[in-house]
């Protein structure tokens, strides 16, 4: 089988296009008594336009490592620095309150399931996304509409950008967020199993979508798999065992 390079730390972007950077970074929890390592030492890069697949086992620290990059969780250890709007913020440093504002402003997040909410239209998922920093003034307004509509036509979804999300497929509902998710023009899209709710057909379709998408919008894609042929896809690999980086 075929595999996309293991990344190898050396071979980060230069600092002008890297959207995420990871060094020495460790996580642990509590664990009984003691603490369980989660993410052990894991340096890495990702550039703008270019995608990272995160494999491992289950329980490897694929998620804890999507944590920190998604400032859900800040590393015990190490850093991780994201390029934004205003320059390298490091993730280990920042308050809870800028953390939020990140992931409205500079990360796109995509789940397992896509969290959209039932009762509102594709598009209005995508506008609701774009208003939560408050609401904008009229020519805002217009502008959130435009820009829902031309992303729900990139992920081919332009003709029903009018129809409740209870109406979707499964695939089409991701197709849904991931257009969500690069609503507010992030550097950053990490993916947490995208495809795993759905039948291989639909999954292929999201796959491609997500890593054409990456490089398209020129936003960083950290995506989790367990999938080898999802990893082939991407442009680098990353292979965790017991949190810790080991070749593929
Ligand atoms: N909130 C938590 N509290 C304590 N331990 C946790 C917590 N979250 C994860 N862990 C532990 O940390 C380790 C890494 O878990 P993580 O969910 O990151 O792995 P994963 O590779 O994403 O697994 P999976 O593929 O099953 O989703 C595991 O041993 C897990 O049991």
């Given at each position: 089988?075929?595999?996309?390079?293991?990344?190898?730390?050396?071979?980060?972007?230069?600092?002008?296009?890297?959207?995420?950077?990871?060094?020495?970074?460790?996580?642990?929890?509590?664990?009984?008594?003691?603490?369980?390592?989660?993410?052990?030492?894991?340096?890495?890069?990702?550039?703008?336009?270019?995608?990272?697949?995160?494999?491992?086992?289950?329980?490897?620290?694929?998620?804890?490592?999507?944590?920190?990059?998604?400032?859900?969780?800040?590393?015990?250890?190490?850093?991780?620095?994201?390029?934004?709007?205003?320059?390298?913020?490091?993730?280990?440093?920042?308050?809870?309150?800028?953390?939020?504002?990140?992931?409205?402003?500079?990360?796109?997040?995509?789940?397992?399931?896509?969290?959209?909410?039932?009762?509102?239209?594709?598009?209005?998922?995508?506008?609701?996304?774009?208003?939560?920093?408050?609401?904008?003034?009229?020519?805002?307004?217009?502008?959130?509409?435009?820009?829902?509509?031309?992303?729900?036509?990139?992920?081919?979804?332009?003709?029903?950008?009018?129809?409740?999300?209870?109406?979707?497929?499964?695939g089409?509902?991701?197709?849904?967020?991931?257009?969500?998710?690069?609503?507010?023009?992030?550097?950053?899209?990490?993916?947490?199993?995208?495809t795993?709710?759905l039948d291989s057909e639909s999954g292929a379709v999201v796959m491609?979508?997500?890593?054409?998408?990456?490089?398209?919008?020129?936003?960083?894609?950290?995506?989790?798999?367990?999938?080898?042929?999802v990893?082939?896809?991407?442009?680098?690999?990353?292979?965790?065992?017991?949190?810790?980086?080991?070749?593929?």
């Open positions: 089988m075929s595999h996309a390079p293991v990344l190898d730390a050396s071979a980060v972007g230069t600092p002008a296009t890297t959207a995420l950077r990871m060094d020495d970074v460790v996580l642990t929890y509590p664990d009984g008594d003691g603490r369980i390592t989660a993410v052990d030492h894991v340096s890495c890069g990702i550039d703008r336009g270019r995608s990272l697949a995160v494999t491992g086992p289950s329980g490897s620290g694929k998620s804890s490592l999507l944590a920190v990059a998604a400032t859900l969780t800040p590393p015990e250890s190490g850093h991780a620095w994201l390029a934004t709007r205003d320059g390298e913020v490091d993730l280990a440093a920042v308050s809870a309150r800028r953390a939020a504002e990140l992931r409205r402003t500079e990360i796109g997040i995509v789940f397992q399931q896509s969290n959209l909410v039932e009762s509102l239209t594709a598009r209005e998922q995508l506008q609701a996304m774009a208003w939560l920093g408050g609401r904008p003034s009229r020519a805002r307004r217009a502008q959130v509409r435009e820009r829902a509509d031309e992303l729900l036509d990139r992920v081919g979804l332009g003709s029903l950008a009018g129809r409740t999300v209870g109406a979707l497929s499964g089409q509902r991701q197709r849904v967020a991931i257009a969500r998710a690069l609503v507010n023009r992030p550097s950053l899209l990490l993916a947490d199993e995208p795993s709710a491609d979508l997500l890593v054409r998408t990456a490089q398209e919008f020129d936003v960083a894609l950290m995506l989790v798999t367990h999938d080898d042929t990893a082939a896809r991407c442009d680098a690999r990353m292979h965790l065992v017991d949190g810790a980086v080991r070749s593929g």
